[in-house]
């Protein structure tokens, strides 16, 4: 049970179906093993990483995390081997997997939006030749092969009816989307409503981004409504995966979230913003809403980011997505049932439950809480001999 001190009274909510993107370019951030512990206290369950972090899968061993790893970019080559496919799963998954839940393996990242045509040709290679060496380990059934896309893979995405996929990436696609239906995983999309807001301000309207109460838009052809964009861009794909031949793949949303800052040119990067698309996201997930036109499956999403992350290249909004500054302090206070809570590690440790149990805690809403030093979490930790995790 996660309980929520607010005005002296308490209120439960249970574990959200939403994952939580873990990325770690900053110089900055805490210990996997506090980590571990943030996201016990928050009972979010599903975390996906862009490499295979031997320190953060060891922190998250015996808990029940399950997790998304995954094989960056530089790595496509290398993977189209057969005998460098085993060894990477030999050396960086099998190690783990009695201990810790690593679900899926995600084969480079947005890589048919890059420019680079020779990366493109390696990426299904290297998604059939790791899929390949899973089988040969007899971990194929455990753990699952897909790649993460851009929406820029559309060429048309409106109305959501018509997605359509962009002619020149259509013959990579296909043969992507044959490997998922012959593997049964899913298809993976970074969706970012705040892009399309950002270039277009005066043409988007700021509530239907943000899920707040708007008109929305009907597609003339199915005459679904569309009150967010998310929705409409998850839609977009599904029809675009229909063009082309196959429904029974199912889309998950690999990465979404808003920055709580950007350059003065990032129209709408602000904390309120961010607060309201990522509170508003949640509820909706914690409501198992499916999209208008697959209203029976319930979106699949991991939010990003979990930390800012002070080292990304690129313009402010790339450091600024983090539900989290690296201290633990919340960014934001994210809406659900009051508010999400910063952690009070202040409690009483003389109490902290033996080894195997489960842990009760209590949050504080509202007010400025004290945060323990890496060391001491850690130390605490030490003390239940393994991870407590919280009662869903």
Not at 221 to 231: E, K, W
Not at 270 to 279: D, F, H, I, S, V
Request: net charge negative; with cysteine.
């Amino acid at each position: 049970m996660v309980r929520l001190i607010d005005n002296d009274s308490f209120v439960s909510i249970r574990s959200l179906g939403v994952g939580i993107n873990y990325g770690q370019i900053a110089n900055n951030l805490p210990s996997p093993s506090r980590v571990a512990y943030l996201l016990g206290s928050l009972n979010i369950s599903r975390v996906k990483l862009y490499d295979a972090d031997p320190n953060v899968l060891t922190a998250f061993a015996n808990s029940d995390v399950e997790f998304v790893v995954g094989l960056g970019n530089e790595y496509l080559q290398k993977m189209t081997d057969p005998n460098q496919a085993q060894a990477w799963i030999q050396q960086h998954v099998q190690p783990y997997i009695s201990q810790t839940k690593i679900k899926c393996i995600t084969v480079g990242n947005e890589v048919l939006t890059g420019n680079d045509t020779q990366l493109m040709s390696f990426l299904l290679p290297a998604m059939q030749t790791v899929y390949g060496a899973l089988s040969s380990l007899g971990l194929n059934k455990e753990i699952y092969v897909t790649t993460a896309h851009s929406t820029g893979i559309l060429g048309n995405s409106f109305p959501p009816s018509a997605g359509a996929f962009r002619q020149d990436l259509a013959v990579y696609l296909q043969s992507i989307l044959n490997f998922h239906a012959q593997t049964n995983s899913p298809f993976l999309i970074n969706a970012y409503p705040f892009f399309a807001y950002k270039d277009n301000p005066d043409q988007i309207s700021l509530s239907y981004v943000l899920f707040q109460p708007n008109p929305g838009t009907v597609d003339p052809i199915t005459n679904l409504h569309y009150d967010n964009m998310l929705y409409a861009q998850i839609d977009s794909v599904y029809s675009a995966i229909k063009a082309m031949g196959h429904t029974n793949i199912q889309v998950k949303v690999s990465e979404t979230g808003w920055p709580s800052k950007g350059d003065p040119n990032e129209v709408g990067a602000t904390p309120e913003n961010a607060r309201l698309y990522n509170g508003n996201l949640l509820s909706r997930i914690d409501q198992n809403q499916g999209t208008p036109a697959k209203p029976s499956i319930p979106i699949d999403i991991f939010v990003f980011a979990l930390f800012n992350e002070d080292l990304k290249p690129g313009p402010t909004s790339e450091r600024n997505y983090g539900l989290y500054y690296p201290d633990g302090t919340p960014v934001y206070n994210i809406g659900l049932q009051g508010y999400l809570p910063r952690m009070d590690y202040s409690a009483s440790e003389k109490n902290f439950p033996p080894s195997g149990s489960f842990l009760d805690m209590y949050f504080i809403v509202g007010r400025k809480l004290t945060h323990r030093s890496d060391k001491q979490i850690d130390k605490t930790i030490e003390k239940t001999e393994s991870l407590a995790f919280l009662k869903a």
